[in-house]
């Protein structure tokens, strides 16, 4: 982790002199508790600027602990921050129209703002919704007809510092729905492997019939370290595989599985990450599985929802992918059925369910949290998804 000082000392400046406007405002009309309230708030951002400066960032330094600290720091930096520039916002427009409701109103635009920040980041992450969603298809063999899939994903089990009582509760309620299968879709840590290994009992718990199937996600790549000795990377990476095989899960990288009722089967086909960005675009189906266009029903599990429209559909007869990625960006808008992530500015298809045709992608927003340490409306997700044999009419 890399941190900019010339970035800090211009945010810096720009706090101290929204600070000194602010104070000045607050002494001008009296409220002089408001005001040294202010000031105490002042010291504490020019205290967490100086501190996330002085926290030791290379690697060998970096431990998941300092690395958590200093994302809780900046989130606590930025919650102080982006209350009060909504709030002078208010302020100036009500100034600019000469109305009295302005200091009043942006002092409750920053008290909102500043509560919803402070849940996204205390309350939401703890949470968790299983959303159950029912999907037909007309190539389903009779004999999946009600076939249950529980899909995880980007668990970022380092957002927890090792505290193991959110992920012991997400293990518990995958179990307890009691499905036929069990899939994960990658990003189960953020930057190494080291920040699963508190939880490898506890993953270990997972169990259905038809077995517990994962792969690998942008994150599980090691990528966002830098490593002295390429070697030392590639060892991780396998060490990450490892733990997922030695816990019972089947990894698919560029790989299948075939699932089997009776005389039916369906084809469950794993592969590597296939992003947007230069270098993501690992995943093979071919290498994955021959017959891309056969008269099976075939699921895919692909960690990025982008490889839907880029490979998926056009090179294949795949019935249904499972993605996620996207966590929504961690901030979502819901209204009724009706839901909105900025997510959707670059992913067209960033949460919930997908279809073109009879062809269908479901992506979870996920459980854990990558960047800001919150989760602002976007509830950690554990999706049922029940496969139904289309009724014709």
């Not at 998941?64 to 302020?91: D, E, H, W």
């Not at 296939?274 to 699921?299: M, P, Q, T």
């Not at 459980?367 to 496969?387: C, D, N, S």
């Amino acid at each position: 982790m890399k941190v900019s000082w010339v970035g800090l000392i211009i945010m810096a400046l720009v706090c101290i002199a929204m600070d000194v406007f602010i104070s000045r405002r607050l002494k001008r009309r009296g409220y002089r508790w408001a005001m040294w309230f202010n000031v105490l708030l002042a010291l504490l951002s020019a205290g967490l600027v100086i501190s996330i400066g002085l926290l030791p960032m290379s690697r060998a330094a970096t431990s998941n602990s300092t690395f958590v600290t200093c994302q809780y720091m900046l989130y606590t930096f930025f919650a102080i921050l982006v209350p009060k520039a909504l709030g002078m916002v208010v302020y100036g427009i009500g100034r600019w129209f000469k109305r009295r409701w302005a200091a009043g109103c942006a002092f409750a635009v920053a008290a909102l703002v500043f509560g919803v920040m402070w849940w996204g980041a205390l309350v939401t992450p703890s949470t968790l919704e299983v959303r159950e969603v029912e999907l037909e298809f007309d190539r389903l063999p009779d004999a999946f007809d009600g076939y249950r899939i529980v899909q995880w994903s980007d668990a970022h089990l380092g957002t927890y510092n090792g505290s193991t009582a959110i992920v012991e509760n997400q293990i518990n309620t995958i179990n307890s729905l009691h499905p036929d299968m069990i899939c994960f879709t990658g990003d189960l840590v953020s930057r190494e492997t080291n920040e699963a290994e508190p939880y490898r009992e506890i993953l270990s718990r997972l169990h259905a019939p038809d077995g517990v199937f994962s792969v690998l996600g942008n994150h599980d790549y090691d990528d966002y370290v830098k490593w002295d000795d390429e070697n030392d990377k590639l060892a991780d990476r396998k060490a990450l595989c490892d733990l997922q095989t030695g816990i019972g899960w089947r990894l698919l990288n560029d790989d299948y599985v075939l699932i089997k009722r009776d005389s039916a089967q369906i084809v469950l086909i794993g592969t590597e990450n296939y992003g947007d960005r230069v270098g993501e675009k690992r995943g093979s189906l071919v290498k994955a599985y021959s017959g891309l266009k056969d008269g099976n029903f075939k699921i895919q599990l692909q960690h990025n929802p982008y490889a839907w429209r880029a490979n998926t559909l056009t090179n294949s007869n795949i019935d249904l992918m499972l993605a996620g990625h996207t966590h929504a960006w961690q901030m979502m808008l819901t209204l009724g059925n009706w839901r909105w992530s900025p997510a959707s500015w670059r992913y067209p298809e960033w949460g919930g369910a997908y279809h073109e045709g009879d062809r269908w992608l479901y992506v979870n927003i996920g459980t854990g949290m990558v960047g800001p340490p919150m989760r602002i409306g976007a509830t950690p997700e554990i999706t049922v998804i029940t496969l139904k044999k289309k009724v014709s009419s």
